[in-house]
């Protein structure tokens, strides 16, 4: 009997994605690239399976195109490209990579709010361009980290993480999320829950680590970056969207927060470009999971998803992170 075939739309790690080559005709992706909707089609018209990267949308119109997909398997947390309804209505499988990424997330999260309130990136700059002639005493003066409310929006597990590092800095933490943490979490994590509009109000760093959903876009607006200190920094690990970016570029230019700094913008890779001129904001590519250790659990993770949906590895029959576990019931 020939094999099913998998589609990998990105190149990772080629001894894990050899481990596919048992069970499967795998056909990789040699160049990392976006693909159009018509580019996709084409690829997933004799898929069975795929893995695929956030920039992939999988909707109710390519899966028209793709009548042997069984199970998709996305290199992400977050799953805003995979329309799950249209999916499960399919009867196709899905999965994401939780969990693995969670710590190293939590790290990079740091790295931005370090880096935006001591400026490290403007100051840089400056060197590099030779500025650096001499210091002066109040020179380059940012805002200390240890000692001040760290703010979290969205308090799932890196959330969690997030405020775990935050006792090494003796920093309080305050919280707001959709439903209340457990006490014996809350005890853990040092932390103490809040309504939203206290949660703007108080924080000296605000880091942002909810999913984007329709109802989340612009959670972060205008408005609520007027409720905030003057003086306090706004760190973006979540997903573009959920920040308006145009109202953030305003704001820093206006004073109305101090700096910011961002790893996720909406409609990435473009970046607004009002917040290209600002000195006052760290920019990074979408980079905030991207250790080798991690990248590698998760590429490992999605193998293992599609090998279990076909029946193969220590998982067979349950892929350890599905979605939408009720198409495999219906399935059997």
């Given amino acids: 009997m020939s094999k099913p075939k998998a589609w990998v739309s ?26 159009t909707p018509e580019e996709l089609m084409a690829r997933l018209a004799d898929a069975d399976a ?3 990267g956030l920039a992939d949308r999988i909707d109710a119109n390519v899966l028209k195109h793709a009548p042997k997909l069984r199970f998709v398997a996305n290199l992400g947390v977050g799953y805003n490209n995979l329309d799950l ?24 999260a740091w790295a931005l709010m370090l880096a935006a309130a001591r400026r ?3 100051a840089e700059r400056w060197l590099r361009a030779g500025q650096w002639k001499g210091s002066r005493f109040e020179g380059w003066l940012g805002a200390d980290v240890h000692g001040k409310t760290i703010g979290i929006l969205g308090m799932g597990r890196i959330g969690q993480a997030i405020a775990r590092r935050a006792q090494g800095f003796r920093s309080p ?3 707001h999320n959709r439903s209340r943490l457990d006490a014996a979490i809350e005890k853990e994590c040092g932390a103490t829950y809040v309504d939203k509009a206290t949660l ?29 200190k003057p003086t306090a920094t706004l760190i973006n690990i979540a997903r573009g969207g959920i920040v308006d970016d145009e109202a953030l570029a305003r704001a820093l230019a206006d004073g109305e927060i101090a700096a910011a700094a961002l790893d996720v913008f909406e409609g990435e890779p473009k970046v607004h470009p009002d917040l290209l001129q600002l000195d006052n904001v760290v920019l990074s590519p ?3 999971s991207a250790s080798r250790d991690t ?36 399935a059997s």
Wanted: hydrophobic share 45%.
């Fill in 85 to 108: 309804d249209a999916l499960t209505e399919a009867g196709v499988g899905a999965s994401n990579t939780p969990d693995v990424l969670n710590e190293t997330v939590a790290d990079y």
């Fill in 10 to 35: 990105r190149p990772f790690f080629p001894d894990i994605v050899d481990r596919l080559r048992e069970h499967f005709d795998v056909v990789a992706e040699t160049e990392e690239r976006a693909f």
């Fill in 200 to 228: 703007l109000a108080q924080a000296d760093h605000l880091v942002l680590v909810l999913p984007f959903t329709p109802a989340n876009r612009h959670t972060i607006g205008a408005a609520e970056l007027k409720a905030m």
């Fill in 286 to 288: 979408h980079i905030a």
């Fill in 120 to 122: 490290v990136g403007e």
């Fill in 173 to 175: 933490v305050i919280y």
């Fill in 295 to 330: 990248r590698r659990g998760m590429a490992s993770l999605a193998v293992d998803n599609v090998l279990a949906a076909f029946g193969h590895g220590p998982c067979a029959g349950r892929p350890p992170t599905i979605l939408n576990p009720g198409v495999l019931a219906d």
């Fill in 50 to 52: 795929a893995i695929v």
